[in-house]
């Protein structure tokens, strides 16, 4: 069974940080690429960073560039994304995300195949 299952998220002042993970399994890890996006309520799904966990190419959306970072575990077949200066714009439910091929380029959902079942971020002001 295919499963993504994110954890990470929480309550955090203006400022603060937070660390999202991504547990995958069911899939071979290095066959897709790993996202996270965020939605907040009345806005669309939105791409905030992707990771082609073979070579380690990074995207970031500009809104988050500077301020997140993705890495992945390979071993631990684990996706992360490390959230400082976080903002209250910020706050939405972030959802991990898998697509194939690993060097997939797009950031549109509908080609995503596999999602987690999102973790709630709330930035407060």
């Known amino acids: 069974e295919v499963q993504l299952q994110a954890s990470g998220g929480g309550l955090v002042q203006a400022g603060g940080s937070l660390r999202l993970s991504c547990a995958v399994s069911g899939f071979t890890f290095g066959d897709y690429a790993m996202a996270w996006f965020r939605q907040a309520p009345g806005k669309e799904r939105e791409a905030v960073s992707r990771?082609?966990?073979?070579?380690?190419?990074?995207f970031y959306a500009d809104s988050v560039k500077g301020r997140f970072t993705i890495s992945s575990d390979n071993a631990e077949k684990t996706v992360y994304l490390q959230m400082n200066s976080l903002k209250p714009e910020d706050t939405a439910v972030y959802y991990c995300?898998?697509?194939?091929?690993?060097?997939?380029?797009?950031?549109?959902?509908?080609?995503?195949?596999?999602w987690g079942q999102g973790t709630q971020v709330t930035v407060s002001s």
């Open positions: 995300a898998a697509a194939f091929p690993a060097n997939i380029a797009t950031i549109k959902p509908v080609f995503y195949d596999y």
């Open positions: 990771i082609n966990p073979r070579d380690g190419s990074t």
